[in-house]
């Protein structure tokens, strides 16, 4: 077995704490510290026998990679402080907090020939790839209808940078949902948006409703809340965050020309025998297939150690998968700034 890649999570929050942990079950890597400045915080992670330093530079030298898991306002600093000391980087979504950041991190990354990923974890479940793979079966796409609702506890908020430009759910949460619909349906190239702060008030949205475009012609309309309590989204459906509780409902319908599907369940309806579908026709209900559980970030870490290795993942999201997607959210924030469809910047 290759000897574990020497890796550090800078950032010991929420999302920090859960690549800890799944860094720490891992034998692909050994972790070789943790980077958090805030004392109270770091107490906590000290407790668990983790090695805690408050600042990058302390990180121990023969660290070979790290992940980035600070608020969004800081990966691109962050991720380019670690560039620097040579290390492979996978920063979780969104990979910086603007498409600027994004291209030039990915720029500097490729200068020095080293790997950098964005941490779309979604993509480690295999009925994503199985999703992408049974879209033929549809017939030409014609439409993507999504949803993701779920009410964040209020003290989910008291960090202030929650409250604050550079959080809030478009960037945030959608920015999962952008990379799965570039994943299986291809690129978005158009956006119209609105979006609301109505109920909680803050600086930033806590609704938006969207509509896309896609390259292959493909329309798409997307309602994301985090104010709003609902069965339906990625989490409710997989049970893949221990903290969300599961539903089961999809939450993305796919529909083409000779059929259509829900995801994640990969359940599908599709006319009988040979005769094309149209409306005077039932269509007949087929179940999804079923797939093992898979925690993702623990997927995503083991995949990032192998490319940090030297080997190379179809999988994983690479740096410019992280810049095609952070494209989008700068499109739906022209777009609900100005509202007018705005077209998504590089595609």
Known sequence: MPEPVALCVIGGGAIGQRHISCALASQAVALTSVVEPHAPQAARLAARGVTVVPELSAVPDHTRAAIVATPTANHAATALACLERGWAVLVEKPITASYAEAVALCDR?????????????????????????????????????????????????????????????????????????????????????????????????????????????????????????????????????????????????????????????????????????DWHSPLDLCAGPSYPAVDGIAAQIDRFAAVVAGGTDPILAT?????????????????????RTTDVEGL
Not at 246 to 256: A, E, S
Not at 321 to 329: N, P, S
């Open 109 to 277: 990354a490729e200068a020095l020939g080293l790997p950098l990923m964005a941490g779309h974890h979604r993509r480690c479940h295999p009925f994503v790839g199985a999703a992408r793979m049974r879209l033929a079966a549809l017939g030409d796409l014609v439409a993507v209808q999504g949803i993701w609702s779920l009410r964040k506890h209020d003290s989910y908020f008291d960090p202030a940078w929650r409250r604050s430009a550079g959080a809030g759910p478009v960037l945030t949460n959608l920015s999962h949902e952008i990379d799965l619909l570039h994943c299986i349906v291809g690129p978005i190239t158009q956006v119209t948006a609105m979006t609301a702060n109505a109920v909680r008030g803050f600086e930033v949205e806590d609704t938006a409703a969207l509509a896309f475009r896609f390259a292959n012609g493909a329309l798409g309309s997307f309602v994301l809340s985090d104010a709003g309590a609902s069965p339906w989204a990625f989490e409710a459906a997989t049970g893949e965050n221990p903290d969300i509780a599961v539903r089961g409902d999809d939450p993305v319908r796919l529909i083409g020309t000779k059929g259509a599907m829900g995801f994640p369940s990969l359940q599908s309806w599709a006319a009988t025998g040979e005769t094309p579908p």
């Open 319 to 339: 740096g410019r998968d992280g810049v095609r997607a952070i494209a989008v959210l700068d499109a739906v924030a022209a777009s609900a700034r100005s509202g």
